[in-house]
């Protein structure tokens, strides 16, 4: 999916769901890491994470645009639009909403299983399964994903 194409989910989600037009920019940032999407104060843009739609779905993506917006209409509408308001939940419940943007996934970390116990282990770095093996029963490690 493009920026255009973005920009033209963004304003038909905003009609259909909010009666409102969405007259600003939205648009995929790279940067963003810890968030699925941004409403911006200052500028009223709206960026997406481009990793919600390859590591989450199009249902996804849809969330967190009407996430964005509910920020969106309600600071234009002169309130705080901050998610413990109540404005917010009640905005965010009525058209269907994710409450967080999901994370991206973290593709740093790896997954190891003892192929006797089953005990998994998560770890930042990869690790010699010939070398180090399960600490609680000896077992030899499997990468799983
Ligand atoms: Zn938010
Ligand atoms: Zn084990």
Redesign the pocket.
């Known amino acids: 999916m493009t920026d255009k194409e973005l920009q033209l989910l963004v304003e038909k989600i905003s009609l259909s769901y909010f009666a409102k037009k969405f007259n600003h920019k939205a648009y995929f940032n790279n940067r963003l890491k810890t968030t699925g999407g941004r409403y911006h104060i200052q500028s009223h843009n709206i960026d997406i994470n481009p990793k919600i739609l390859e590591e989450h779905s199009y249902q996804t993506l849809l969330g967190v645009v009407k996430h964005e917006l509910c920020h969106y209409h309600l600071h234009l509408a002169g309130y705080s639009g901050k998610h413990n308001t109540v404005a917010f939940k009640q905005m965010l419940n009525a058209v269907g909403g994710s409450r967080y943007a999901p994370a991206p996934k973290n593709k740093n970390v790896l997954k190891y299983v003892?192929s006797?116990?089953?005990?998994i282990y998560l770890r930042k770095r990869r690790i010699n399964t010939n070398r180090y093996v399960?600490s609680?029963?000896?077992?030899k490690l499997i990468k799983r994903g």
Do not use: D, I, W
């Not at 006797?116 to 005990?119: D, I």
């Open positions: 003892c006797n116990c089953g005990q399960c609680k029963c000896h077992g």
